[in-house]
């Protein structure tokens, strides 16, 4: 039969000798001991024997009471959970003041970062399925101003040999056996610098394109590849032939002042005279002949702006016994 205990007037206290002990006894296991209201321990050490224990809070509130600014140095500026490994160092999940981390909303380092780690100091490992950020920001691993790298551990077969879709990360032995295959031909469609800010900060580049090969220095087109041969500027080369697209003369020059030809320079009959040009001797070849029977002439300031003939050995020699 239960049993109420009403006190209406004043605070029920029950109070033993010195350091005793208050023990609720249900007699079973099974038992329950419901308490009604606030329940407020003081004391250093609260101990749970509970197998399972529930609780029915959505938030558990650690270093409750904490004023000013962050966890105080009374409490190692650290709060957290630590669990029990027996023999080993208890493992520990806590807030940092002391640890900093990369902000990518502001660009900046900020104190105040968690921590998995064991009692001793060492850092901890974690499992997970996955890790998203906010869909707001970039995702950024904060290096700490270190010369450490990022690196995957433990790849059944070579992480770079289980690379297969478009948004798997590559690693530096990938990108080396990529570079690497079919006899050191990599298949790429462009090459650019400087390297960031993309193709279209480039201010050298080298496109592939279906029917084209174009070259950029300083985002302006230098060289281009095509059916039609290779344009370089006004140059234009074309299976035998080597031609100026532009409006200007093709000029052959050398920076020791000699143009060797090492064959025979065959010269294309020209319908019409060539203009004078002032400081210049001009050198073309006609199907009609005139008397120095050889129908190859110049032009040049000594001829008077007029074309003149060069004359073959023969014709010389009829002439000289002429005269």
Same mark, same amino acid.
């Given at each position: 039969?239960?049993?109420?205990?009403?006190?209406?007037?004043?605070?029920?206290?029950?109070?033993?000798?010195?350091?005793?002990?208050?023990?609720?006894?249900?007699?079973?296991?099974?038992?329950?001991?419901?308490?009604?209201?606030?329940?407020?321990?003081?004391?250093?050490?609260?101990?749970?024997?509970?197998?399972?224990?529930?609780?029915?809070?959505?938030?558990?509130?650690?270093?409750?009471?904490?004023?000013?600014?962050?966890?105080?140095?009374?409490?190692?500026?650290?709060?957290?959970?630590?669990?029990?490994?027996?023999?080993?160092?208890?493992?520990?999940?806590?807030?940092?003041?002391?640890?900093?981390?990369?902000?990518?909303?502001?660009?900046?380092?900020?104190?105040?970062?968690?921590?998995?780690?064991?009692?001793?100091?060492?850092?901890?490992? %974690?499992?997970?399925? @996955?890790?998203? *950020?906010?869909?707001?920001? =970039?995702? $950024?691993?904060?290096? &700490?101003?270190? #010369?450490?790298?990022?690196?995957?551990?433990?790849?059944?077969?070579?992480?770079?040999?289980?690379?297969?879709?478009?948004?798997?990360?590559?690693?530096?032995?990938?990108?080396?056996?990529?570079?690497?295959?079919?006899?050191?031909?990599?298949?790429?469609?462009?090459?650019?610098?400087?390297?960031?800010?993309?193709?279209?900060?480039?201010?050298?580049?080298?496109?592939?394109?279906?029917?084209?090969?174009?070259?950029?220095?300083?985002?302006?087109?230098?060289?281009?590849?095509?059916?039609?041969?290779?344009?370089?500027?006004?140059?234009?080369?074309?299976?035998?032939?080597?031609?100026?697209?532009?409006?200007?003369? %093709?000029?052959?020059? @050398?920076?020791? *002042?000699?143009?060797?030809? =090492?064959? $025979?320079?065959?010269? &294309?009959?020209? #319908?019409?005279?060539?203009?004078?040009?002032?400081?210049?001797?001009?050198?073309?070849?006609?199907?009609?002949?005139?008397?120095?029977?050889?129908?190859?002439?110049?032009?040049?300031?000594?001829?008077?702006?007029?074309?003149?003939?060069?004359?073959?050995?023969?014709?010389?020699?009829?002439?000289?016994?002429?005269?």
């Amino acid at each position: 039969m239960s049993k109420v205990l009403n006190v209406s007037n004043g605070d029920y206290r029950v109070r033993v000798q010195p350091s005793g002990n208050i023990i609720l006894d249900t007699q079973s296991t099974n038992g329950k001991i419901l308490i009604i209201g606030n329940l407020d321990v003081q004391g250093q050490l609260t101990y749970l024997e509970s197998t399972n224990t529930q609780i029915k809070d959505n938030i558990l509130q650690l270093n409750v009471g904490q004023t000013g600014n962050g966890i105080s140095s009374a409490n190692n500026y650290i709060s957290g959970i630590e669990i029990e490994r027996g023999n080993y160092s208890p493992a520990q999940l806590v807030f940092s003041e002391q640890v900093s981390h990369y902000n990518p909303v502001t660009s900046s380092e900020v104190s105040g970062t968690f921590i998995m780690r064991t009692a001793d100091g060492i850092l901890s490992g %974690l499992q997970a399925a @996955s890790i998203s *950020n906010s869909g707001t920001t =970039d995702f $950024v691993f904060d290096m &700490q101003n270190s #010369t450490y790298v990022l690196r995957v551990a433990n790849a059944n077969g070579g992480y770079e040999n289980n690379i297969h879709d478009d948004n798997d990360l590559i690693n530096r032995k990938y990108l080396y056996n990529y570079v690497a295959a079919s006899n050191g031909v990599a298949t790429v469609d462009r090459i650019y610098f400087p390297t960031t800010g993309g193709i279209g900060g480039a201010t050298s580049s080298i496109e592939a394109f279906g029917s084209s090969i174009v070259f950029q220095i300083s985002q302006t087109t230098k060289a281009l590849i095509t059916t039609s041969g290779l344009t370089v500027n006004n140059i234009n080369l074309y299976q035998d032939t080597i031609t100026d697209i532009g409006s200007n003369n %093709l000029i052959l020059t @050398s920076t020791n *002042n000699n143009v060797e030809v =090492d064959a $025979v320079l065959n010269l &294309q009959d020209q #319908t019409s005279t060539p203009t004078y040009t002032s400081g210049k001797t001009m050198i073309y070849s006609s199907n009609t002949q005139g008397p120095g029977r050889t129908g190859i002439f110049f032009t040049n300031s000594q001829a008077s702006h007029t074309a003149d003939e060069l004359i073959s050995r023969t014709r010389a020699l009829a002439l000289s016994i002429l005269l």
